[in-house]
Structures are given as structure tokens and as C-alpha cells.
């Protein structure tokens, strides 16, 4: 059936607004699996896999090339502090160090002060205790405007 | 009707295993993560912690046992440990974990060998206690896996 030059011009324009809306991309920098599945589950729950794309790294090492190789930037990265080859503390230095400035929230178990202090200062913007669940991400998400 | 009463004891086990202090929080936070398109991703993340236990248990006891003692290797080990453990709201063993950390940090082997001790029997308690709880849920079956039931 023949349709009206509006009534395609209507169809169409979900779709194209679908394809112009930008896919939030969210860097989850994580050494265990265990970790990464719960927070995988989180992201989904949070509404991470809609407008989200959530890429990992296995460690800071392979979090910095990702950034450095990225075709577009992230919106966020979620960095743990202990990991093999590249820690997160070091990782965040690197990233910031090539000028990037997406922010880094660090997600770790050792969340005494000290702790804290020390990811901020190599460069995080944000800190919250491990392990992730649907409403700290959530919060993360609302707090950089990304949600 | 013996659904009513399998659900009945799951409810009863569950609230157990918060009031004896095995299980926190965080238990309940991944039941919630669980639905129809994932009905066994609390019990499946639950298998992931003692799949990777059993592995650093063995790692941690190796590392107590070496000469001279590595206080920073076996923090580290541990450390993952607790973190692992977090992730599914087992409380008494992060608890025994964060003793036995400070046992690292006055370099303590003894303290540390003792604290050892406990946890392992933790972990053994814990995971009987799961099993038993996930084989009355499977009873139930898929209708409760998929619903959070809260403490």
C-alpha cells in the first residue's frame, strides 16, 4: 500500500532520531571476572544497555590503550585500584596525562580516606566502594549528566 | 500445598543466614540484579565466589606457609578475597578478612595463621549453607528464582 509523503516522513523520524541519538559510552576497568558480571548485571539494571554502550579492560594497562585507541571518547570510565600489570591509580595518571578528560569514577574495597585521597589525586573525579550495584551506578550515571 | 511450604522454608533460611550475620546487604542487591532473562544470576555469581575462593584459599595458605613471609603478597591475596566475598554479602568471611588484613599490616604470622583458621571455616559454613539454600530454591522453582525476596 501506497503510503503519504508525511506518513513515511512520520516512520521514518523514530528511527533517524534513534540513529542521531548518541550512545553513551561507559569504560568498566575491572581485573575480575566476578566483579565484572556483577557489575555488568548493575549496568543493565541501571539502564546501561539501552543508550549505553559498556566496554571492559582487564586491567589499567588495556584501559589506557582502549582510551588512546577509542574512536570516540568515553563518558566514563569506572577504574578499580587493584589490578594486574597497571593498577588503577597508575592508569588514571596515564589517561589524564594524554589530556583526556572523561571522568573517572574509582571503584575499589579500600575505601579508607587515605584511599580515597590517593585515587583523586591520580586524578579521579569520583570514588565509590566496591561492588557496584544498580543505584550507585545510577548515581554515577546522574551525577556526570549522563542518565 | 507443598509449594507454600517449600517457599515458606526458603524465606525462613534466607532470614537466617541475615541474622546469623553469613549475609549482608548486598545479597538482597543481587536478587535484585536477577529477572526472567537472567533466573540464575544469583546462584551462578555465587558459583564465580567459590569457584575463585577455593583458588585463593589455596594461594593465600601457600603464601602463609612460604619463607620469609611476603605480608604484602598475602594482604593483597586477602584483600582480593574480602573483595570477592563482598560481592555476594558474605559478611562473616569479609569481616574475618579485614582481621586478618590488620594482622598483615603489625606483620604478625601467627595472628595471621589464626585468622587463617577462621576463615577457611567461614568459606566451608558459608558455601554448605548456600547449597542447601539453592537446592530449596530449585525445589520452589523457576517462579521464586526470578522474584526478589526481600529479608
Same mark, same amino acid.
Not at chain 1, 506518513?7 to 561507559?26: F, Y
Not at chain 2, 603489625?106 to 595471621?112: I, K, N, P, T, V
Not at chain 2, 567461614?122 to 539454600?133: G, I, M, R, V
Given at each position: 500500500?501506497?503510503?503519504?509523503?508525511? *506518513?513515511? @516522513? !512520520?516512520?521514518?523520524?523514530?528511527?533517524?532520531?534513534?540513529?542521531? +541519538?548518541?550512545?553513551?559510552?561507559?569504560?568498566?576497568?575491572?581485573? @575480575?571476572?566476578?566483579? +565484572?558480571?556483577?557489575?555488568?548485571?548493575?549496568?543493565? *539494571?541501571?539502564?546501561? =544497555?539501552?543508550?549505553?554502550? !559498556?566496554?571492559?579492560? @582487564? =586491567?589499567?594497562?588495556?584501559?589506557?590503550?582502549?582510551? +588512546?585507541?577509542?574512536?570516540?571518547?568515553?563518558?566514563? %570510565?569506572?577504574?578499580?585500584?587493584?589490578?594486574?600489570?597497571?593498577?588503577?591509580?597508575?592508569?588514571?595518571? +596515564?589517561?589524564? *596525562?594524554?589530556?583526556?578528560?572523561?571522568?573517572?569514577?574509582?571503584?575499589?574495597?579500600?575505601?579508607?580516606?587515605?584511599?580515597?585521597?590517593?585515587? %583523586?589525586?591520580?586524578?579521579?573525579?569520583?570514588?565509590?566502594?566496591?561492588? !557496584?550495584?544498580? @543505584?550507585?551506578?545510577? =548515581?554515577? !550515571?546522574?551525577?556526570?549528566?549522563?542518565? | 500445598?507443598?509449594?507454600?511450604?517449600?517457599? &515458606?522454608? #526458603?524465606?525462613?533460611?534466607?532470614?537466617?543466614?541475615?541474622?546469623?550475620?553469613?549475609?549482608?546487604?548486598?545479597?538482597?542487591?543481587?536478587?535484585?540484579?536477577?529477572?526472567?532473562?537472567?533466573?540464575?544470576?544469583?546462584?551462578?555469581?555465587?558459583?564465580?565466589?567459590?569457584?575463585?575462593?577455593?583458588?585463593?584459599? #589455596?594461594?593465600?595458605?601457600?603464601?602463609?606457609?612460604?619463607?620469609?613471609?611476603?605480608?604484602? &603478597?598475602?594482604? /593483597?591475596?586477602?584483600?582480593?578475597?574480602?573483595?570477592?566475598?563482598? /560481592?555476594?554479602?558474605?559478611?562473616?568471611?569479609?569481616?574475618?578478612?579485614?582481621?586478618?588484613?590488620?594482622?598483615?599490616?603489625?606483620?604478625?604470622l601467627e595472628g595471621c595463621r589464626r585468622s587463617f583458621q577462621k576463615i577457611k571455616r567461614e568459606h566451608a559454613t558459608l558455601k554448605q549453607k548456600l547449597e542447601s539454600y539453592f537446592q530449596l530454591l530449585r525445589q520452589v522453582g523457576?517462579?521464586?528464582?526470578?522474584?526478589?525476596?526481600?529479608?
Amino acid at each position: 500500500m501506497r503510503q503519504s509523503g508525511s *506518513a513515511i @516522513e !512520520l516512520k521514518q523520524l523514530p528511527r533517524l532520531s534513534l540513529m542521531a +541519538r548518541k550512545m553513551i559510552r561507559v569504560l568498566l576497568v575491572e581485573d @575480575e571476572k566476578i566483579h +565484572r558480571v556483577v557489575a555488568r548485571a548493575a549496568a543493565k *539494571a541501571a539502564g546501561v =544497555n539501552d543508550d549505553y554502550v !559498556l566496554d571492559e579492560a @582487564e =586491567n589499567g594497562a588495556a584501559a589506557v590503550q582502549r582510551v +588512546r585507541e577509542a574512536a570516540a571518547p568515553y563518558d566514563l %570510565i569506572l577504574m578499580d585500584k587493584q589490578m594486574p600489570v597497571l593498577d588503577g591509580h597508575e592508569a588514571t595518571r +596515564r589517561i589524564r *596525562a594524554m589530556g583526556v578528560t572523561t571522568p573517572v569514577v574509582a571503584v575499589s574495597s579500600d575505601v579508607l580516606p587515605a584511599d580515597v585521597e590517593a585515587f %583523586i589525586s591520580a586524578g579521579a573525579d569520583d570514588f565509590t566502594p566496591k561492588p !557496584l550495584s544498580k @543505584e550507585k551506578l545510577g =548515581n554515577i !550515571l546522574a551525577k556526570f549528566g549522563l542518565a | 500445598m507443598e509449594y507454600s511450604n517449600l517457599r &515458606r522454608q #526458603t524465606i525462613f533460611m534466607k532470614k537466617n543466614l541475615f541474622d546469623q550475620g553469613f549475609l549482608d546487604e548486598q545479597f538482597n542487591q543481587l536478587e535484585e540484579l536477577q529477572d526472567e532473562s537472567s533466573p540464575n544470576f544469583v546462584e551462578e555469581v555465587v558459583d564465580l565466589f567459590f569457584k575463585d575462593s577455593s583458588r585463593l584459599l #589455596t594461594n593465600i595458605e601457600q603464601a602463609i606457609d612460604k619463607y620469609p613471609q611476603d605480608f604484602y &603478597r598475602l594482604d /593483597s591475596l586477602v584483600h582480593q578475597f574480602k573483595g570477592s566475598g563482598s /560481592s555476594i554479602g558474605a559478611l562473616r568471611v569479609k569481616n574475618e578478612c579485614s582481621v586478618f588484613k590488620a594482622h598483615c599490616n603489625d606483620r604478625s604470622l601467627e595472628g595471621c595463621r589464626r585468622s587463617f583458621q577462621k576463615i577457611k571455616r567461614e568459606h566451608a559454613t558459608l558455601k554448605q549453607k548456600l547449597e542447601s539454600y539453592f537446592q530449596l530454591l530449585r525445589q520452589v522453582g523457576p517462579r521464586e528464582h526470578a522474584v526478589s525476596s526481600r529479608k
